[in-house]
């Protein structure tokens, strides 16, 4: 008879709180989860990516065209965006990103915003 074979896989690991948070901040810096396994050591990037889903978190698209773009905003202008975010249904990331795509899209629009922000 023959024996089965049998999946090897990286033996279950718990994740602590530093050390999702650490995975989190990785994840939202656009780093892999190959990357991110590396760093947390004794884990795959397919268990990163499952435990990232559970907490809520997601990652870049991987292979995509996608960039990271860090701004700050007074606290504010913060709590205004995230208003509007919420009105519209919109995570505020999401919001900020489709305001963007719509001044790069429309070069003038920017000139405008400018103009009248002087």
Not at 49 to 61: D, E, Q
Not at 90 to 103: I, Q
């Amino acid at each position: 008879m023959m024996e089965k074979k049998t999946r090897r896989s990286t033996p279950r690991r718990l994740y602590y709180g530093p050390e999702k948070m650490r995975a989190a901040f990785m994840a939202g810096a656009g780093r892999s989860g190959t990357e991110i396994a590396t760093v947390l050591g004794g884990t795959s990037s397919h268990k990163v990516r499952a435990m990232l889903r559970k907490a809520g978190l997601s990652m870049t698209r991987r292979g995509g065209d996608d960039a990271i773009l860090q701004t700050h905003l007074r606290r504010r202008e913060l709590a205004s965006l995230v208003a509007e975010a919420d009105r519209r249904d919109f995570d505020p990331g999401d919001l900020v990103a489709a305001l963007v795509r719509a001044c790069i899209e429309d070069p003038v629009l920017i000139d405008n915003i400018i103009d009248d922000a002087a």
